[in-house]
Nanobody
């Protein structure tokens, strides 16, 4: 069983930046793991943001964040990051880290088995 803990959320003005972290405990990320970031705004469905293949570092980003957000990993720290730049008010949401076994960079929320508790990001206009 792996536990995921997100951190780094907060309040930022539009155009600003935030960096989120997702640390694994209980069990380290193994080579055949994909870690993803999702977000959920009030009254909306949870949506995919980005994912990274732990073994190779290959990434995939949703079109809505491409060019602004970057997912990355630090193997030594067993941590995945989401660097968010040029933030917009519509990026306001609770951001969740999730993990799944295998190597496919899937985007559906039900494709992921492990979830963190989420961290709130609020972007003011």
């Amino acid at each position: 069983q792996v536990q995921l803990v997100e951190s780094g959320g907060g309040l930022v003005q539009a155009g600003g930046s935030l960096s989120l972290s997702c640390a694994a405990s209980g069990r380290t990320f193994i080579s055949s793991t994909v870690v993803g970031w999702f977000r959920q705004a009030p009254g909306k469905e949870r949506e995919f943001v980005a994912a990274i293949r732990w073994s190779s570092g290959i990434t995939y980003h949703a079109d809505s964040v491409k060019g602004r957000f970057t997912i990355s990993r630090d193997n030594a720290k067993n941590t995945v990051y989401l660097q968010m730049n040029s933030l917009k008010p519509e990026d306001t949401a609770v951001y969740y880290c999730a993990a799944r076994g295998g190597n496919m960079l899937l985007t559906g929320r039900y494709d992921y088995d492990y979830w963190g508790q989420g961290t709130q990001v609020y972007v003011s206009s």
